[in-house]
């Protein structure tokens, strides 16, 4: 991430969270804005060139604190699920990823207003009066920004005093001070984004190895924390199915399966204008110019493809006793 120029909501000029974050970071130089989205949202520029030069944005949400759960994800199994923005963009490069289409920048923003997120969680708990599940910004990566700004910390915390609530917390990273230190609760769902070795080589630039992801995971697992393994997205390469079954294997040396919360499957998709924003960006993607079916404005491989992609999976978690799978696809 870019050190050199912070950009600040003004109305945030006295929040103890941007005094804490620029001690943390020590910036070249402050530019105070009126509104994240007139950096966010800036045109002409190239997402590729601007994410080696990724800044931080600094800002507060001031409406919709949470949404219903998008049609590419899954219900958990709950009758209620939800998922919050706490941050938009991500500390990683994944080649595959959404957010490279979705946004016009790749720079980073950080609500600095977690109270109202959280208040708002409080609010529906209260008109629901049902268990319910939020994930916690699928738009980033949340414990990969815990140093700048503790959102894990307080929504743990939340939970940890209602019980109806259930939150998800998914990275990609290795990190384990955000969990290590607390008492485990059974309404705080860790989860771990992990694929093959060789497919995290090719695809998610920056991000820590799956191997050392699997063993902040296992950390977790032996804590006693409920543990999700989300192989998401499944990638059709050569050699696939040897790739995750190899991977599957290993897999179980780390977890055991009547102890694990689940593994969340799916294979590639996305909005398919988002891919066409990101097409236009990364021309000599194999990826992502696969020639995907497109229906209800979502690409997807070929539902022959999917097929064979899901089932190896699911047949090679069963055959570890991996039996708690959530599926897309």
Not at 4 to 11: A, D
Not at 246 to 258: A, E, G, H, Q
Request: charge should be positive.
């Amino acid at each position: 991430m870019n050190k050199r120029i912070v950009y600040i909501e003004r109305e945030l000029q006295n929040h103890s969270g941007v005094r804490k974050i620029l001690e943390k970071i020590k910036p070249s130089a402050v530019e105070w804005i009126e509104l994240y989205k007139d950096v966010l949202n800036q045109r002409g520029g190239n997402w590729r060139v601007q994410k080696r030069y990724q800044s931080l944005i600094l800002a507060r949400r001031k409406d919709t604190f949470y949404y219903k759960a998008s049609p590419l994800t899954h219900s958990i199994e709950f009758k209620h699920f939800y998922y919050n923005t706490l941050a938009i963009n991500c500390l990683y490069d994944c080649e595959y990823c959404y957010l490279q289409g979705m946004f016009n920048t790749p720079h980073l923003v950080l609500f600095l207003n977690n109270d109202d997120f959280i208040h708002a969680a409080d609010t529906l708990s209260k008109q629901l009066q049902e268990p319910f599940y939020m994930a916690l910004s699928y738009d980033t990566d949340l414990p990969a920004v815990e140093h700048l700004y503790p959102y894990c910390n307080e929504w743990m915390s939340y939970a940890d005093c209602n019980p109806k609530i259930t939150i998800e917390i998914r990275t990609k990273s290795s990190i384990l001070s955000f969990f290590a230190n607390k008492k485990p609760t059974t309404n705080v769902v860790l989860s771990w984004s992990v694929n093959p070795e060789e497919i995290a080589r090719r695809f998610e630039p920056l991000t820590p190895s799956p191997s050392l992801r699997i063993k902040a995971a296992h950390k977790a697992h032996v804590m006693g924390w409920p543990v999700m393994l989300c192989i998401d997205p499944i990638v059709y390469v050569k050699d696939f199915k040897a790739l995750y079954r190899t991977f599957i294997s290993n897999l179980r040396k780390y977890f055991d399966p009547v102890r694990l919360f689940g593994i969340s499957i799916g294979t590639m998709r996305m909005n398919t204008d988002y891919l066409t924003n990101i097409r236009n960006q990364r021309l000599d993607s194999e990826l992502l110019w696969y020639p995907f079916e497109r229906k209800d404005g979502h690409a997807y491989y070929p539902k022959d493809v999917r097929k064979e992609l899901i089932e190896t999976v699911t047949e090679a978690l069963n055959n570890e006793g991996f039996n708690r799978i959530f599926v897309y696809g």
